[in-house]
């Protein structure tokens, strides 16, 4: 059956996906690197892992937020006259702009021919202007007009019921909820599965678990102040990605443990 934003919520079946590896027993080799910025998972942790039922209804879960915020994006984007990769085109460039076609395609992670027309109808709708990169003229970037500015306000909110559902989470709640997001974000994101998220675990200014036992225990050198788990950043600004040792050593400080010299050291 093939789901669409038109489907129910309440029929969406269990997720027939593979179940997810344990993030937290994730080594830091450097032998057998999938290839990409940052990688730091060896080839054995590639496998998939034994399929259990909790697994399952992770995915399950997950699958029916998906759904419901694909719904969401239809009934923002379609009063306007926008398909939904329309919409997030425009809500990327007003979070920052300029940007090239290419860096679009990649945060969407759909391919240039996909973003190239996408553009072309917002352009031909007065939405997005292109224009020549301030640092190089010979390339061409992406911004709003003001009314693509008008249209991405009013298309670039939240969705209420998700935002109340979270607001109804504890504090701690919503830490352990984002922790193990950035676990699972990290674990796509090295094996190429999803758009590079610009997330504090990646970041060279990220200082994990500097102040054990504190309830922000971590530290942005960027800003110069301690934060907790339920500060981390999924998509920064200021990000700037660490180089790999750095990345793993912090990764494995995240997960509250030491790498081995030997899974550091230079093969
Ligand atoms: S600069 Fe941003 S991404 Fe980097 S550690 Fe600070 S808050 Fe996190």
Redesign the pocket.
């Known amino acids: 059956m093939l789901y669409t934003s038109r489907t129910p919520l309440s029929s969406v079946p269990p997720s027939a996906a593979p179940p997810l590896p344990d993030f937290c027993s994730l080594n830091f080799r450097r032998r057998g690197l999938t290839q990409g910025e940052g990688a730091i998972i060896s080839e054995s942790e590639m496998s998939a892992p034994p399929h259990d039922h909790s697994a399952q209804q992770v995915l399950t879960g997950l699958a029916k937020i998906g759904l419901a915020l694909k719904v969401h994006a239809w009934q923002t984007s379609g009063p306007q006259g926008l398909t939904p990769t329309q919409g997030q085109i425009l809500t990327l460039l007003q979070a920052r702009a300029p940007r090239a076609l290419n860096e679009v395609a990649s945060e969407l992670g759909v391919g240039a021919a996909t973003v190239s027309e996408a553009v072309t109808t917002l352009v031909r709708k007065r939405l997005v202007q292109k224009t020549r990169a301030p640092h190089d003229r010979r390339q061409l970037v992406l911004l709003l007009t003001a009314r693509g500015r008008r249209v991405a306000t009013r298309i670039a909110g939240w969705p209420d019921f998700l935002l109340h559902a979270i607001h109804l989470l504890s504090g701690e709640e919503r830490g352990v909820l984002l922790r193990t997001l950035v676990k699972i974000i990290r674990t796509l994101q090295e094996r190429r599965q999803i758009p590079v998220a610009?997330?504090?675990v990646?970041?060279?200014?990220?200082?994990p678990n500097v102040y054990p036992g504190s309830e922000r225990p971590?530290?942005?050198?960027?800003?110069d102040a301690p934060?907790g788990d339920h500060?981390?950043?999924l998509e920064?600004?200021?990000?700037?990605p660490a180089d790999l040792p750095a990345a793993a050593a912090q990764w494995a400080a995240f997960c509250g443990r030491s790498p081995p010299e030997s899974d550091l050291a230079p093969s």
Do not use: I, P, S, Y
């Open positions: 610009r997330m504090c990646t970041c060279r200014f990220f200082r971590h530290h942005c050198a960027f800003v934060f500060e981390l950043r920064c600004r200021d990000h700037q």
